[in-house]
DNA sequence: CATGAATGAGATTTCATTCAT
DNA sequence: GATGAATGAAATCTCATTCAT
């Protein structure tokens, strides 16, 4: 068509602006007032496309969180071979975080919903979920083809998302705590290690 | 002297308090209110101890930490053994995320703060280093017993701590994902046989 | 013609929304969105027909009043004696309370705008003025008949408005608060009497 | 005590100040804002005192309605004659609209929260139920001493209320419309033929 | 030391009105 | 005629912080 979709646009625009506000000032710190400049538009048409606060952080979350996503699913679509697959599966992880540090940060400011939001809580618990069965799915096939050991792939996937989670969150803290790409090298290692059979 | 200290006590009294805040309404939807009753004081009694809010805060983060730090090496101190003091701290550190969820929940929240308070930052950071050295300190005693094979100390201790943050996190998130003290059982065996001379 | 008059038509349709978001929501309590949703318009159009909400307000209290006036007429309209037909009057005045609360209601709710608008203050004077008249010239015919005593017609006519006022108020805050049929029989006999001929 | 009750006072202060505010600026079109420029206080205090808006505003009903009770009560307190006791209500009731214009403005604001706010139609027909019985009472006393003919107190009580309202309504629109002290004169009396023994 | 009344900045949200299409 | 996206003013309410007592 030659008329764009405008509220499409706009409310991507917005969420866009949020996600800018929040990896500036931080979840809380960030007002309705901030993402209105910063997306360049004005404060009224926020509350248009948007419920309210909430909803809009819902969609920022649902942005983040399919972003990521679809980073990773591309990343593995071309390789059949399990072993390198999961290799992949955790360098794409891994490199998510130095890529899009922002993306990592808005997602761990949502981590401080856990307690206050059962919505968000959810939503989260849903990616995580996804993010677990596409990494389980891997090795469950590599199990099935004998180049992993008889493991519980659904454990094994939460270790893996577990310690990408773990690393990157220290290194957030202190950048010279450790060399990034030296430490996913011996974690990548020790993860497969764990795994395929010897 | 016998007269306690009066500051000291009231600091804590409200220190507390904070950390009950701050668990029942969330890192960023308590008020100095909220903290006033709860430590049945008065709210302007809070800002003469405390310059403002941040600087309440800052006390929050150096007590939930220290206490963990207190817990874990209390857990320790007793073993000599390199190989079971290993097993300890991991234990050790595991238990504390389900047995004071509150902190675990409190420490978290702080996270969020990475890119709006270096203050904040930095002492996480330190109390990570300090988490870090009391499990890196372990491992050299091992390597150099000869018990563990010749790993980096400190990226082992990274990788311990990290597994720990990340199992944590998505079982906080959602309790049904995985059976916390089995999934804890595979991830110590799997870490320790990292490390081990097999 | 034949060609309707499309403009009449949709400022009617925009009016008697109005009337039911009042109904609803109360006189302050709704907004142009709501008139526009309950009129299957957009908001835009409305103000295309109506200068702005002042303006819409006006004809409402127009269409309401006039509504009111045109019921209580159709009523009186085939009766000839005096004493039947302030009989009448008083109790279609009285019953249109009860049969159109909502018309009763929005009127009511213009009520307060006394202080606040001066043109709002002269509509309903005018239509009071009105009402008083219609009563005042059936009172006016029995005093000339000598069926009504020496009364002054227009405080009569005032009188017997304030009664129907008054005891509609009482009945709408708390419809337990009376009997309203019989409430109505006592003041309609009360007010006759005062005014026939012993 | 030497030390006044502040919070009393201050509460007082700012019930006055909207009191004030009703009047100039009708029920809804005041904000708290205004409040506070009226009360000379800032905007917040208002909210440490009331809960809200509408907190507020039943502050403000209880003031008026209680304030236009005790009035009426201490006009009656001296007359213990029934029918001298009913004139001094009618009149005093009567001249509460002329002598207090704003107080009964403000009670016909809030007339029109009768679909909207339970609670305020409760405490208006509470207040309503009240100034029935009082008249109701003096009634009674007189039919009960014979000077009053067998009619129902209660219902002769809402019908001189009524009248008192409808009148005053009529007035308030149009202060040209009749003399007040004329008609209250007519009013008051046919009020009294219909219930006295002729 | 301790209180709590008071302030004022700022946050979210609503909504009448305008105007390009 | 008709739409609905966009604006911006204004409203309510929260809360860290101050300060007289």
Redesign the interface.
Known sequence: MSKPDVAAERKDQIVRATVDCI???????FSMQDVARTAGVSKGIIHYYFLNKDDLMMSVLDKVAGDIETIIASDMESITNPIDKLKVFIAAAFDIVRSTKEYY?VN??F??????KKEV?QV??RH??KF?DSCAKVIEEGVNQGVFRQV?P??QA??I???????S??W???ET??DYA??VK??GA?LL??IVVR
Chains 1, 2, 3, 4 share one sequence.
């Open positions: 990896t500036k000032h931080g979840y809380h710190n940060q761990m400011d981590w401080t919903q856990i307690n206050q809580r989260i618990s995580y979920a677990r519980n659904q454990h939460s270790l998302i577990a310690t990408v989670d773990g690393v969150l220290q957030l803290f202190d705590v450790y030296e430490i011996t974690a020790q290690d764990s």
